[in-house]
């Protein structure tokens, strides 16, 4: 019969306390990505409401007006895209959209960085 090392099983003992950490850090990042996207589904969905509360009295005219509508239905359609799709779902769609049109999206990522990057170092 073998003895046990201790050293084993201080090694054992401690990947499993990392994993069951790692677990608990991804329970929380999908329950925050959860909870940051029924808020987001909720503002998109607000705006799209006073946008389109408002459209009617823009200056500028019909044209003006028009555009308004379409920007609050725009608004309309992603907030219920975003409250019927979980973060996996978005992510997965997001991966297609961006390997079938790799050019525009690296566009897209270089003008939110550079967007972001310059935010962040303003004084």
């Given at each position: 019969?073998?003895?046990?090392n201790?050293?084993?099983q201080?090694l054992?003992?401690?990947?499993?306390?990392?994993?069951?950490?790692?677990s608990?850090?991804?329970?929380?990042?999908?329950?925050?990505?959860?909870?940051?996207?029924?808020?987001?589904?909720?503002?998109?969905?607000?705006?799209?409401?006073?946008?389109?509360?408002?459209?009617?009295?823009?200056?500028g005219?019909?044209?003006?007006?028009q555009?308004?509508?379409?920007?609050?239905?725009?608004?309309?359609?992603?907030?219920?895209?975003?409250r019927?799709?979980?973060?996996?779902?978005?992510?997965?769609?997001?991966?297609?959209?961006?390997?079938?049109?790799?050019?525009?999206?690296?566009?897209?990522?270089?003008?939110?960085?550079?967007?972001?990057?310059?935010?962040?170092?303003?004084?």
């Amino acid at each position: 019969m073998s003895e046990r090392n201790p050293l084993d099983q201080s090694l054992k003992n401690s990947a499993s306390d990392l994993k069951e950490s790692m677990s608990d850090m991804a329970r929380t990042a999908s329950q925050t990505a959860e909870d940051g996207r029924k808020t987001a589904a909720e503002r998109l969905g607000s705006a799209a409401s006073a946008v389109r509360d408002r459209a009617d009295q823009l200056p500028g005219g019909p044209k003006v007006q028009q555009f308004a509508h379409a920007a609050a239905e725009r608004l309309s359609t992603t907030a219920d895209y975003m409250r019927s799709h979980d973060a996996k779902h978005m992510l997965a769609d997001v991966e297609r959209v961006v390997k079938n049109n790799p050019g525009p999206s690296l566009v897209i990522a270089a003008a939110f960085g550079f967007v972001l990057g310059r935010a962040l170092t303003r004084e």
